[in-house]
């Protein structure tokens, strides 16, 4: 009985934790999107983003703010992908490994990992800016032809890396999630009255991807 009600608490210990963690990567990414979305805006109505859609030349922000775009264009992107990632990681760890998701997910380890992906997500993305400019001839706010070979494999690798690889891991993740929990009902459906603290620890893994 008593070790049942440790397990209680401590399930309750591990949704508070994650709870938290995953407060702090869905602001995180609200954060990336309102950026993207809003600050750009300046005088006009539309984010520069949307602008150019509408009118791609010439460009009228300046210099000065077309290789700002590059950067954080990029930055959000990749800091968004990195964030979800993340997440997804949190929640195979809280699923499949409940006890070390205890240890893990920690308010303070979040916000560690917050700052890694803002790191991280501007030094992959400074090629960008670095090499934009706006044609002195066309207005356009692009990459020079002179640059256009060496970011076309700076391209194709921060393709794999920000979108393949990342793409990869959630995927196999949910997978084995959803093996995890489908194991555990099936497993519940044959266990005798005696182990109900296997069924419970079953249903608290379920909770807390309803939580998550």
Same mark, same amino acid.
């Given at each position: ?19 938290? *963690? ?7 990414? *609200? ?5 993207? =979305? ?11 983003? =949307? ?10 922000? %300046? ?30 760890? @809280? ?5 070390? %998701? ?7 380890? @979040? ?56 793409? @990869? ?15 555990? *009902?099936?497993?519940? @459906?044959?266990?005798?009255? *005696? ?5 419970? &620890?079953?249903?608290?893994?379920? &909770?807390?991807?309803?939580? =998550?």
């Amino acid at each position: 009985m008593v070790d049942r009600k440790y397990k209680i608490t401590d399930g309750r210990s591990i949704e508070r934790n994650i709870l938290t *963690a995953t407060n702090t990567s869905t602001v995180q990414v *609200a954060g990336y999107d309102g950026c993207t =979305l809003h600050s750009l805006a300046r005088n006009y109505t539309l984010p520069p983003e =949307l602008y150019t859609i509408w009118e791609a030349y010439p460009w009228h922000f %300046g210099e000065p703010f077309c290789i700002f775009r590059a950067l954080l264009i990029e930055m959000t992107t990749y800091a968004s992908v990195l964030t979800i990632t993340s997440f997804t990681i949190e929640r195979y760890i @809280a699923i499949c490994h409940p006890i070390r %998701g205890q240890r893990a997910s920690r308010e303070s380890r @979040a916000i560690k990992c917050v700052f890694t992906i803002w790191i991280v997500s501007v030094l992959c993305a400074l090629p960008y800016p670095i090499h934009t400019r706006v044609f002195t001839d066309s207005f356009v706010c692009n990459i020079p032809f002179r640059w256009q070979h060496r970011m076309g494999f700076f391209f194709q690798v921060s393709t794999f890396v920000f979108f393949i690889f990342p793409m @990869a891991i959630i995927t196999v993740m949910y997978l084995l999630i959803g093996m995890r929990l489908r194991s555990s *009902a099936l497993a519940s @459906a044959l266990l005798p009255q *005696a182990q109900q603290n296997k069924i419970a &620890a079953s249903r608290a893994r379920r &909770a807390v991807l309803k939580m =998550l």
